[in-house]
Each structure stands twice: as structure tokens, then as C-alpha cells.
């Protein structure tokens, strides 16, 4: 079975100043790993995802994540924080074995203000 | 990209009342979707995994007798809430295992989710 940490349940920022997310993740098997974004009052949307290969992984909109195996940790960074980041991020998990479901950590709700 | 709905979108009926909630793949067929409930302020916690033309499997916890899920068709899974009542009051999300993305790795596309109040 596998579990998901995120550390901090709430994260205020200032705009422009960097963030950092925190997850880890615990699993007896190997895992893919995932961060998502909840806007207010939206579904979640796959902010990014680790599947294999290089373990730093990017998203569109400026958000990178490093996948470090020896310290069980997915966590979530931008270097400048817009306005329009504030939302629930979640840090999910599923094995490998196909057609498994994500297990989700219990958010970080990311405030962002001028 | 894969889409996912939810219909409806939110609902209210009253206490001892059924409700249906439609999750529908517009552009793909998914043999699996899974069913998540969201308390306010907390994370989605996996309710069941819906097979298409089988049972579904319910999570440890999760009365299958109050939360019927029915996967008839490739692209429609449906979840209804038996006799609710308030404390059934939640956000219900579904997702879609897309068949893209190889032997080893489907994408989950996720519903805008349904939001059920029982008074």
C-alpha cells in the first residue's frame, strides 16, 4: 500500500517570492508520482508527473518537482509565485501496476498575495 | 487532451431521497474509473474502482449497499447515493484511466466533480 505526507496544510506566500510544497511519499513497491491543482470551486488538473527518467520534472507554468528516492520526496517548487497560483495542491501516488488508483495527501492550500 | 463529466454538476435533495451521479469520457473509453469523495478543506479519499461489465471494488469502509456504482458502458460509470442523508453531504469525483500512454502507464483524467448537500 502506499501513503502520501504533505507536511504543510497551509503555505502563505507574498507574490514573486519562491515556494516550496512538500510531499513524501511511503510504498513497498515502485510508485509513479503526481502533483495536482485545485482551483476554487474546479476539479483537478495533472500539474505534473514523474513516470521515469530524469527525476526533475517541469510544468508548463513554471512549476518543477524533484523526485528523490533515497528521502521518499516529490516536492513542488516555483521560483516567482503569481496572484493567480493560489489553489489546493495535491501530491498523489499510485504503483505501477496498471490500472491502479491515486492515493491522494491531504493538500496545501497555497495563498498568494501582493 | 481526454475529457471527463460529471453530471450534475451540484445537487440538493432531501434526507432518505436517492441520487444519481453520471460520470461520462467524451473522447475516449475507459474500462476503469474510479469514484473519490472530497470533505471541505481535505484531500480526495478513494471511495471505489468501477470495471466496465463488472463489480465494482469498494474501498475499506465504503457500504457498497449505500454507494451503487454501475460501469454499463466503455465511457459511463454511474454512482448513486442510497436513502442519503446529511452526513452523505460531499464533493464526488470520478475519474477515467485513459488507454493512451503504453502497456505500463494510463493517465487518470479527472471529472469537475459533483456537489451533493442533503438536508
Known amino acids: 500500500a502506499q501513503s502520501v505526507t504533505q507536511l504543510d496544510s497551509q503555505v502563505p506566500v507574498f507574490e514573486e517570492a519562491p515556494v516550496e510544497l512538500r510531499c513524501n511519499y511511503s510504498s513497498s513497491v515502485s510508485v509513479y508520482l503526481f502533483w495536482y491543482v485545485q482551483y476554487p470551486n474546479q476539479g483537478l488538473q495533472l500539474l505534473l508527473k514523474?513516470?521515469?527518467?530524469?527525476?526533475l520534472v517541469e510544468s508548463i507554468n513554471g512549476f518543477e518537482a524533484e523526485f528523490n528516492k533515497s528521502q521518499t520526496s516529490f516536492h513542488l517548487r516555483k521560483p516567482s509565485v503569481h496572484i493567480s497560483d493560489t489553489a489546493e495542491y495535491f501530491c498523489a501516488v499510485s504503483s505501477r501496476q496498471a490500472g491502479t488508483a491515486l492515493i491522494f495527501g491531504k493538500g496545501t492550500t497555497l495563498s498568494v498575495s501582493s | 487532451g481526454a475529457v471527463v463529466s460529471q453530471h450534475p454538476s451540484w445537487v440538493i435533495c432531501k434526507s432518505g431521497t436517492s441520487v444519481k451521479i453520471e460520470c461520462r469520457s467524451l473522447d475516449f473509453q475507459a474500462t476503469t474509473m474510479f469514484w473519490y469523495r472530497q470533505f471541505p478543506k481535505q484531500s480526495l479519499m478513494l471511495m471505489a474502482t468501477?470495471?466496465?461489465?463488472?463489480?465494482?471494488?469498494?474501498e475499506q469502509g465504503v457500504e457498497k449497499d449505500k454507494f451503487l456504482i454501475n460501469h454499463a458502458s466503455l465511457t459511463l460509470s454511474t454512482l448513486t447515493v442510497t436513502s442519503a442523508h446529511p452526513e452523505d453531504s460531499s464533493f464526488y469525483i470520478c475519474?477515467?484511466?485513459?488507454?493512451?500512454?503504453?502497456?505500463?502507464?494510463?493517465?487518470?483524467?479527472f471529472g469537475p466533480g459533483t456537489r451533493l448537500t442533503v438536508l
Open positions: 475519474s477515467a484511466l485513459s488507454p493512451l500512454g503504453g502497456a505500463t502507464y494510463n493517465e487518470q483524467f
Open positions: 514523474y513516470l521515469s527518467g530524469s527525476t
Open positions: 468501477s470495471n466496465e461489465g463488472s463489480k465494482a471494488t469498494y
